[in-house]
């Protein structure tokens, strides 16, 4: 009996024992599902507690491998610390194949059974490739007929997720309607095939059309652009020149033509004759045509020219008209000069009759600025501008010339706002220096470290546009380097002179530790100069002071400052003031209660200080330190403190020749 009991209560412990051992082991942490880009790298966890038997990876239910080495895979590695429990997968260069289902197993030990993770899903994406349009030729063109209905396939290949393909014309607007899109899977990869149909015409021709492509994982969407190139018949537009000829003058006569093909053919023809070259006797095939000296039995002969190519023939007609009109020649059209420069600008009118001949500065075509043939100026800041004559016959009107422009030679200026630019390691940046200047023809150089850049002999290039008065430098930095972080220096120069501007040029993303202390440094001394200032004023002189009293609301004093022989002088306009001396002087003055006594202050090389009153709610004093020059024989400099108390609420404002203080 005994030992019947000894047996089952070792029974009972050895299978609590076991019990206890198998609950102990477990997953604290398990795989999950992930998804990750081609080329990116992934990693999976998975944490054991308590565990004694070996660990294995699968994929797709294939064992990768017992133990933390995982020879036959490369790019995979078993990382974490064993004592911990964690055999997370980590997953290098990640590829398609790699996608699938992962799970972390647990081998069975003794009277322990094997344990298995929950799976986890790796997904893998890949951007797809740039969008194709099937009818593009080389030089981007997609050649139609006006007319007839286009079809354009724009195809996105090898993405995954599958793509979005839309179209758009070239100012990004999104083609909506007749647009079909299909999405086909091939080997895990979608190809995404995007039907375009339009009624083409001729406006159409240039028209650029673009397809754009993207998926979901936020790349960013990449662009294909065509162009239409649409044949149609000729358009047709003949022009004289001018539209009114004079008797006796050439008559020039455009045919302009638009059409696709560009390839054409022209015919004239006068009242439905056709025109043959004096010197060849063949038909005139060039799209412009003269006639020599109009005569006024030519008015109302109808020209026509006609214009053919592969897809049609136009003609456009017109009729002369013939007038003997004033003709007008200018000197100049264009005026250039220095500030102060004299020019005479001239206004030939050859008419019949005679006319008068009327200037105008524009914009005011309705105010005359002279009469006559030569207009003098001198060039500043007033005159210059853009000016027209005008020829008034009392026969044919008035006849203006084109626009004469007068232009003042200034000095180069840079204007830019940007004086901070950033580039990234290896890749190109653009330092860009921008100004005007007049005229448009100064030297432009740049310079890093005192030595000039952008030459034949380094790697940089300066690129420089102009438009009028106005310029653009652009110092081209390529495959930046470290060093190429810093200071450039951007330098213009034409004959009135010169002007240059500092530009930084830093890394992107990095704040300059350097920069940082200089900005602080800067602020401190700015507070120390401002201090110094301030006390140099309050502490800079030993001059007597004196003290006026208002008894008026309203009171103007002018007060000269102190003179070498210690005499102060006063000029009082008005009355009610009373001055009172705080400190004796050298000859003090005597001072009336009523008028202030005024000494001749013709001979003084001081500036006077006027003081003006004005009423305020709540009675206050004021202080004015005043700094003044003396040019005298004592040589010296002083500063003058007056104190002025107002009975009644009061602000001052004190000015002299050159500085103006406020108080109150």
Same mark, same amino acid.
């Given at each position: 009996m005994f030992e019947k009991c000894w047996i089952l209560h070792c029974t009972f412990l050895l299978g609590l024992f076991f019990q206890t051992t198998v609950s102990r082991e477990k997953f604290a942490i398990e795989p999950t599902n992930q998804v990750v880009k081609v080329g990116e790298e992934a990693t999976i966890p998975c944490r054991i507690v308590n565990h004694d038997g070996d660990v294995q990876w699968t994929r797709n239910g294939f064992g990768l491998g017992f133990g933390r080495d995982l020879e036959a895979f490369l790019r995979y590695k078993i990382i974490g610390s064993?004592?911990?429990?964690?055999?997370?997968?980590?997953?290098?260069?990640?590829?398609?194949?790699?996608?699938?289902?992962?799970q972390c197993q647990v081998g069975g030990v003794g009277h322990l059974p094997p344990m298995k993770s929950r799976k986890g899903n790796l997904t893998v994406y890949l951007e797809p490739d740039p969008p194709e349009i099937l009818q593009i030729s080389k030089n981007g063109l997609v050649r139609t007929v006006s007319g007839q209905e286009l079809q354009l396939f724009c195809i996105s290949r090898n993405g995954k997720p599958a793509s979005t393909v839309k179209w758009m014309f070239g100012n990004g607007t999104v083609i909506i309607k007749d647009v079909d899109s299909r999405t086909r899977e091939r080997n895990k990869l979608y190809n995404t095939t995007a039907t375009l149909r339009i009624q083409v015409n001729k406006e159409m021709d240039g028209l650029k059309l673009l397809c754009q492509s993207e998926n979901s994982m936020d790349y960013l969407p990449?662009?294909?652009?065509?162009?239409?190139?649409? +044949? #149609?018949?000729?358009?047709?537009?003949?022009?004289?020149?001018?539209?009114?000829? /004079?008797?006796g003058e050439d008559l020039n006569i455009s045919c302009l033509s638009r059409a696709n093909p560009?390839? =054409? /053919?022209?015919?004239?023809?006068?009242?439905?004759?056709?025109?043959?070259?004096?010197?060849?006797?063949?038909?005139?095939?060039?799209?412009?045509?003269?006639?020599?000296?109009?005569?006024?039995?030519?008015?109302?002969?109808?020209?026509?020219?006609?214009?053919?190519?592969?897809?049609?023939?136009?003609?456009?007609?017109?009729?002369?008209? @013939?007038?003997?009109?004033?003709?007008?020649?200018?000197?100049?059209?264009?005026? @250039?000069?220095?500030?102060?420069?004299?020019?005479?600008?001239?206004?030939?009118?050859?008419?019949?009759?005679?006319?008068?001949?009327?200037?105008?500065?524009?914009?005011?075509?309705?105010?005359?600025?002279?009469?006559?043939?030569?207009?003098?100026?001198?060039? %500043?800041? !007033?005159? +210059?501008?853009?000016?027209?004559?005008?020829?008034?016959?009392?026969?044919?009107?008035?006849?203006?010339? /084109?626009?004469?422009?007068?232009?003042?030679?200034?000095?180069?200026?840079?204007?830019?706002?940007?004086? #901070?630019?950033?580039? @990234?390691?290896?890749?190109?940046?653009?330092?860009?220096?921008?100004?005007? !200047? =007049?005229?448009?023809q100064g030297h432009i150089s740049w310079r890093r470290k005192g030595y000039r850049v952008g030459t034949d002999s380094d790697r940089f290039t300066v690129l420089e546009e102009k438009f009028g008065a106005e310029f653009m430098s652009t110092l081209v930095i390529p495959e930046i380097l470290e060093s190429d972080f810093g200071t450039y220096e951007c330098s213009i120069e034409n004959e009135i002179g010169r002007d240059r501007a500092i530009f930084q040029l830093r890394e992107e993303g990095n704040?300059?530790? !350097?920069?940082?202390?200089?900005?602080?440094?800067?602020?401190?001394i700015t507070i120390l100069l401002l201090v110094g200032i301030a006390y140099w004023r309050m502490c800079g002189s030993n001059l007597t002071v004196r003290s006026w009293k208002s008894k008026a609301e309203n009171t103007k004093v002018n007060c000269s400052e102190v003179n070498y022989n210690g005499k102060l002088l006063v000029n009082s306009t008005e009355n009610n003031v009373e001055c009172t001396e705080l400190s004796g002087?050298?000859?003090?003055?005597? #001072?009336?209660?009523?008028?202030?006594?005024?000494? %001749?202050?013709?001979?003084?090389?001081?500036?006077?200080?006027?003081?003006?009153?004005?009423?305020?709610?709540?009675?206050?004093?004021?202080?004015?330190?005043?700094?003044?020059?003396?040019?005298?024989?004592l040589k010296k400099r002083a500063t003058t403190t007056t104190t002025t108390t107002a009975t009644a609420a009061t602000d001052y404002k004190c000015t002299n020749n050159s500085d103006t203080f406020i108080g109150s």
């Open positions: 064993r004592e911990e429990g964690d055999w997370s997968l980590r997953i290098q260069d990640v590829r398609l194949e790699d996608e699938g289902e992962f990449k662009t294909t652009q065509i162009t239409l190139s649409v +044949e #149609y018949a000729p358009e047709v537009q003949l022009i004289f020149s001018p539209m009114e000829v /004079r008797e560009s390839k =054409v /053919r022209y015919s004239w023809l006068f009242n439905r004759r056709s025109i043959t070259d004096r010197a060849t006797g063949l038909p005139l095939l060039k799209p412009d045509h003269t006639i020599h000296s109009v005569q006024r039995h030519q008015h109302g002969l109808v020209v026509t020219c006609e214009v053919s190519n592969s897809r049609g023939r136009t003609d456009d007609s017109r009729k002369i008209s @013939v007038l003997y009109s004033p003709r007008i020649e200018l000197s100049s059209l264009n005026y @250039v000069k220095k500030d102060g420069e004299v020019i005479s600008i001239v206004c030939q009118v050859s008419s019949n009759p005679p006319s008068d001949i009327i200037w105008y500065k524009l914009p005011q075509y309705n105010k005359p600025i002279h009469r006559g043939m030569n207009l003098t100026l001198t060039v %500043n800041r !007033m005159t +210059e501008g853009k000016y027209i004559c005008s020829a008034v016959s009392e026969m044919f009107g008035e006849v203006s010339s /084109r626009e004469v422009e007068v232009l003042l030679k200034k000095k180069p200026v840079i204007s830019n706002r940007e004086k #901070y630019f950033y580039g @990234v390691l290896g890749e190109t940046a653009h330092v860009r220096c921008i100004g005007e !200047m =007049v005229p448009n704040l300059s530790l !350097m920069s940082v202390f200089g900005a602080i440094f800067g602020v401190l002087v050298q000859n003090p003055l005597d #001072y009336n209660q009523r008028n202030v006594v005024q000494e %001749n202050t013709a001979d003084s090389e001081f500036s006077p200080l006027i003081c003006t009153q004005n009423k305020r709610t709540n009675p206050r004093s004021v202080t004015v330190n005043h700094s003044i020059s003396q040019e005298s024989d």
